[in-house]
C-alpha cells in the first residue's frame, strides 16, 4: 500500500491542453474521487497515473517510487475499466486469475487468491461462468475481483458503475466503500457522477477543463466550495443562482435583483469584508432546502412567486418558481406542503434563509462570502 505524490501535471494532445498543472498529494488508504463533467481532464489523469497515458510535464509518485515514465506493468497497480475489459472467451476464474499467471504464481497459489476474492465479491458460483453469461452487477463484481486480486499499491476505478441500473448502483455504492475501507489500499475512483462522490469518498477532487478547482472532503466541498461552478455542481437540485446588486437599507445592507430585496446579517457582511462591495454587481447562491416556500406573500421580507414547475419525487416536492426575471427551485417535504395548491401560476412566498446565503464574484465566479451557516466561531467573529 502506498500514497499518491502528483506535482505539475500536464498532458496536452497537440495544442489541446487537457490536464493542466495539476498537484494532489493522497494519503496511504484514502478513497478519493476525481469528479468533473465529461472533458473535464478527470480519466486523463487516471490513465497517466495507470501508466496508459505519458504526461507532457510533471512528476508521479507511487509510494516512494517516481514512476512519473514507467510502463503500466512496473507500477504495480490495479485498475477497472467503464466497461470492464474482461476477455470474453475466458471464464470469471480464467479473468480473475489472468493477472496472477502473468506473474507464474503457482497453481496452488493462483486458486486460493482466486477463491478468497470470489468469496468476498460473492461470485463464487459464477467462476466457471464466462461473461456473457453475467448480469451487469456480476460483471461489475468480477472486474472488481480480477483489480483486488493483484495487492497491489493503489487501485484505480474509471467509472466503473456507469452502465449499472439506479437500484444496484446504490448497493454498490455502500459494497464498495466497506470493501474499500476493510482492504485500506489507496484508491482513486473517476465519476461524473456527485452522488457518488459525496457518498463514498474521503476527499473529492473537483476538475473542470483540466484543471483541479477544489481538492476537499465532501463536506466542505457541499458546504465551503471555492467557486460558483463547484456550487452548483454538487447537490441535487443545484444551487440556485441568481444575479444580484448589493445595497444599503434602512436596516443594513441587502442583495437586490429587481423587486426581489434579500435581507443580508450585517454582521456577516463585515465578517466578510463586504461593505466596500456596495454597489457592485454580484451572484447569490441558495440551495433549495434554504429557501421556505408559504401561502402568500408578506411584508415579513418575503418574496412573491409564481409557481412555473411541481416536482413531486416521494417524501419531497420541488417547487420551481418564477420571482421576476428569474427562477428559484425550492425542496420540502411532501408533508410540509401537501396543502399547498399546486397549479401553474399559483402565487406564493419564499424566504431565503439567511444563515445559507452565499455571495459569488460575477466575473471570477470565486466565492466571496460563504455561507455564515458553514463558518466556524473564529471565522464569525
Same mark, same amino acid.
Given at each position: 500500500?502506498?500514497?499518491?505524490?502528483?506535482?505539475?501535471?500536464?498532458k496536452?494532445?497537440?495544442?489541446f491542453v487537457?490536464?493542466?498543472?495539476?498537484?494532489?498529494?493522497v494519503?496511504?488508504g484514502?478513497?478519493?474521487?476525481?469528479?468533473?463533467?465529461?472533458?473535464?481532464?478527470k480519466?486523463?489523469t487516471?490513465?497517466?497515473?495507470?501508466?496508459?497515458?505519458m504526461p507532457?510535464?510533471?512528476?508521479?509518485?507511487i509510494?516512494a517510487r517516481?514512476?512519473?515514465?514507467?510502463?503500466p506493468?512496473h507500477r504495480?497497480?490495479?485498475?477497472?475499466?467503464?466497461d470492464?475489459?474482461?476477455?470474453r472467451?475466458?471464464?470469471v476464474?480464467?479473468?480473475?486469475?489472468?493477472?496472477?499467471?502473468?506473474?507464474?504464481l503457482?497453481?496452488?497459489?493462483i486458486?486460493?487468491?482466486? +477463491?478468497? /476474492?470470489?468469496?468476498?465479491? $460473492?461470485?463464487?458460483? !459464477?467462476?466457471?461462468?464466462k461473461? @456473457?453469461?453475467l448480469?451487469?452487477?456480476q460483471?461489475?463484481?468480477?472486474?472488481?475481483?480480477?483489480?483486488?486480486?493483484?495487492d497491489a499499491d493503489?487501485?484505480?476505478?474509471?467509472?466503473?458503475?456507469?452502465?449499472?441500473?439506479?437500484?444496484?448502483?446504490?448497493h454498490?455504492r455502500?459494497?464498495?466503500?466497506?470493501?474499500?475501507?476493510?482492504?485500506?489500499v489507496?484508491?482513486?475512483?473517476?465519476?461524473?457522477?456527485?452522488?457518488e462522490?459525496?457518498?463514498?469518498?474521503?476527499r473529492?477532487?473537483v476538475?473542470?477543463d483540466?484543471?483541479?478547482?477544489?481538492?476537499?472532503?465532501?463536506?466542505e466541498?457541499f458546504?465551503?466550495?471555492?467557486?460558483e461552478?463547484?456550487a452548483?455542481?454538487?447537490?441535487?437540485p443545484?444551487?440556485?443562482?441568481?444575479?444580484v446588486?448589493l445595497?444599503?437599507?434602512?436596516?443594513?445592507?441587502?442583495?437586490?435583483?429587481g +423587486?426581489? /430585496?434579500?435581507?443580508?446579517? $450585517?454582521g456577516?457582511? !463585515?465578517?466578510?469584508s463586504?461593505? @466596500?462591495?456596495?454597489?457592485?454587481?454580484?451572484?447569490l447562491?441558495?440551495?433549495?432546502?434554504?429557501?421556505a416556500?408559504?401561502?402568500?406573500?408578506?411584508?415579513?421580507?418575503?418574496?412573491p412567486?409564481?409557481l412555473?414547475?411541481?416536482?413531486?419525487?416521494g417524501?419531497?416536492?420541488?417547487?420551481v418558481?418564477?420571482?421576476?426575471?428569474?427562477?428559484?427551485t425550492?425542496?420540502?417535504?411532501?408533508t410540509?406542503?401537501?396543502?399547498?395548491?399546486?397549479?401553474?401560476?399559483?402565487?406564493?412566498a419564499?424566504?431565503?434563509?439567511?444563515?445559507?446565503v452565499?455571495?459569488?464574484?460575477?466575473?471570477s465566479?470565486?466565492?466571496?462570502a460563504?455561507?455564515?451557516?458553514?463558518?466556524?466561531?473564529?471565522?464569525?467573529e
Amino acid at each position: 500500500m502506498a500514497g499518491i505524490s502528483i506535482e505539475s501535471l500536464n498532458k496536452r494532445f497537440g495544442s489541446f491542453v487537457a490536464v493542466n498543472d495539476v498537484n494532489i498529494e493522497v494519503e496511504d488508504g484514502e478513497f478519493v474521487f476525481l469528479l468533473g463533467p465529461s472533458g473535464c481532464g478527470k480519466t486523463t489523469t487516471l490513465r497517466m497515473l495507470a501508466g496508459l497515458e505519458m504526461p507532457s510535464d510533471g512528476r508521479i509518485s507511487i509510494g516512494a517510487r517516481n514512476v512519473t515514465y514507467l510502463r503500466p506493468r512496473h507500477r504495480n497497480v490495479g485498475m477497472v475499466f467503464q466497461d470492464y475489459g474482461l476477455y470474453r472467451h475466458m471464464t470469471v476464474f480464467g479473468n480473475i486469475a489472468y493477472p496472477l499467471q502473468v506473474r507464474r504464481l503457482s497453481k496452488d497459489e493462483i486458486r486460493r487468491k482466486v +477463491d478468497a /476474492v470470489a468469496e468476498t465479491m $460473492q461470485i463464487t458460483e !459464477v467462476l466457471q461462468r464466462k461473461p @456473457d453469461q453475467l448480469s451487469g452487477g456480476q460483471l461489475q463484481r468480477v472486474a472488481i475481483a480480477r483489480m483486488l486480486v493483484r495487492d497491489a499499491d493503489i487501485f484505480l476505478m474509471d467509472e466503473p458503475m456507469s452502465h449499472l441500473d439506479a437500484q444496484l448502483r446504490g448497493h454498490m455504492r455502500a459494497e464498495l466503500r466497506h470493501i474499500q475501507k476493510d482492504i485500506g489500499v489507496t484508491t482513486i475512483f473517476v465519476t461524473h457522477d456527485q452522488l457518488e462522490a459525496m457518498t463514498m469518498a474521503d476527499r473529492i477532487i473537483v476538475m473542470k477543463d483540466g484543471e483541479m478547482l477544489q481538492f476537499a472532503t465532501p463536506r466542505e466541498i457541499f458546504e465551503r466550495p471555492k467557486n460558483e461552478f463547484v456550487a452548483t455542481f454538487v447537490g441535487e437540485p443545484q444551487m440556485n443562482v441568481i444575479d444580484v446588486t448589493l445595497a444599503k437599507t434602512d436596516t443594513g445592507v441587502a442583495a437586490v435583483a429587481g +423587486d426581489v /430585496v434579500v435581507p443580508l446579517d $450585517q454582521g456577516w457582511i !463585515v465578517a466578510n469584508s463586504l461593505g @466596500d462591495r456596495v454597489g457592485e454587481p454580484l451572484r447569490l447562491g441558495i440551495r433549495p432546502e434554504h429557501v421556505a416556500i408559504a401561502g402568500q406573500p408578506d411584508a415579513d421580507h418575503s418574496i412573491p412567486a409564481n409557481l412555473y414547475a411541481f416536482e413531486p419525487t416521494g417524501a419531497e416536492n420541488l417547487y420551481v418558481m418564477r420571482c421576476g426575471g428569474f427562477e428559484v427551485t425550492t425542496r420540502t417535504s411532501t408533508t410540509d406542503t401537501a396543502h399547498f395548491d399546486k397549479t401553474e401560476g399559483a402565487s406564493f412566498a419564499l424566504r431565503f434563509d439567511p444563515q445559507w446565503v452565499y455571495l459569488f464574484d460575477r466575473k471570477s465566479g470565486d466565492t466571496i462570502a460563504y455561507a455564515a451557516a458553514s463558518l466556524t466561531d473564529d471565522e464569525k467573529e
